[in-house]
Nanobody, 123 residues
Framework: QVQLVESGGGLVQSGGSLRLSCAAS????????IGWFRQAPGKEREGISC???????KVYADSMKGRFTITRDNAKKVSLQLIMLKPEDTAVYYC?????????????????WGKGTRVTVSS
């Protein structure tokens, strides 16, 4: 089973940008659909985006369209670009893998969750 590691989080001002990375050591991610999710304080985890393994199709949760972009950088890294960040984007961001993308914002079938990377957006 693949085990993923997230990185790239931090403290950013409202309106700023971040690029998060999802990687796995020793394993190619090409065979997996990779999804990005987040969990804000006091809220349930919600899906942001997923990129398929076969044809690179990208899907986004309706509420996440426009400011987040998922990219498969290479065989071992998938990134999530965040722009125009808002305080309500403050959350721990996670990536996970599956054979296919779930119906976002759900996370059915996803596994290999990392410990997450924290994003804090100040107003």
């Amino acid at each position: 089973q693949v085990q993923l590691v997230e990185s790239g989080g931090g403290l950013v001002q409202s309106g700023g940008s971040l690029r998060l990375s999802c990687a796995a050591s020793g394993v190619s991610l090409d065979m997996y659909a990779i999804g990005w999710f987040r969990q804000a304080p006091g809220k349930e985890r919600e899906g942001i985006s997923c990129i398929s393994s076969s044809d690179g199709v990208k899907v986004y949760a309706d509420s996440m369209k426009g400011r987040f972009t998922i990219t498969r950088d290479n065989a071992k890294k998938v990134s999530l670009q965040l722009i125009m960040l808002k305080p309500e984007d403050t959350a721990v961001y996670y990536c996970a893998a599956a054979w296919g993308c779930p119906g976002l914002p759900g996370d059915y079938g996803m596994s290999g969750w990392g410990k997450g990377t924290r994003v804090t957006v100040s107003s």
